[in-house]
């Protein structure tokens, strides 16, 4: 029953039905830290918008996948990033309404959006084909943004009530990283890891 299901995915009609949802997700994920982006130092630009990031790499994924190839090391930053990134935002969000911040449309709009971006990285784990070298270097890239966030402060906006946690949040996002590591390598490297092929 659940390879059934997840043989729907390595369908075309599915394929192009999440592109032309991630392709509007991803432009209005940038729109989103255009004022963010605007004050940041062009040095650091790359490492700000991470949700959008995400997206931007499974943009890539999908498309390789509707041209009939795989783009391991994508497939990995992909992944790793999604789930990272989408669990991340469901945190973040639930815990401002935790400490008091009030919540509206859009808080619950990003906490069902980065679920399925966690979700979907997750769905595709079988047409994966990413190597252990894939993860190191995504590993590299994962931490190596945790400290541009965190030790100079480029991190995304949290909201007011979520400020005084930064050094908690920092921490719990580095360990965030580790846990989408170890994730995508036991669903896509090991050995037991299911192996599926996206429909020719």
Not at 122 to 148: E, F, G, Q
């Amino acid at each position: 029953m659940l390879h059934a299901l997840l043989r729907l995915f390595g369908k075309k009609p599915m394929l192009i039905m999440l592109l032309l949802i991630n392709i509007p997700g991803t432009i209005y994920g940038y729109m989103w830290y255009s004022s963010q982006l605007a004050r940041t130092p062009d040095l650091f630009l790359p490492f700000v918008p991470d949700s959008p990031t995400a997206s931007l790499f499974f943009v890539f994924v999908l498309i390789a996948f509707l041209l009939g190839r795989n783009w391991p090391l994508i497939e990995a930053l992909a992944a790793v990033t999604l789930i990272k990134y989408g669990i991340w935002a469901v945190v973040m969000n639930v815990a401002a309404g935790y400490v008091g911040d009030p919540l509206n449309w859009r808080h619950y709009m990003l906490i069902f959006s980065h679920a399925g971006m966690a979700l979907q990285a997750v769905l595709y784990a079988p047409y994966y084909r990413i190597k252990p070298w894939h993860l190191v270097v995504v590993a590299v890239w994962t931490v190596h943004n945790d400290i541009i966030d965190y030790v100079f402060m480029m991190h995304p906006t949290v909201s007011y009530g979520l400020m005084p946690y930064v050094t908690q949040i920092g921490y719990f996002t580095f360990w965030l990283s580790i846990f989408s590591l170890v994730t995508v390598y036991g669903l896509t490297v090991r050995k037991q890891a299911l192996r599926l092929e996206i429909e020719r």
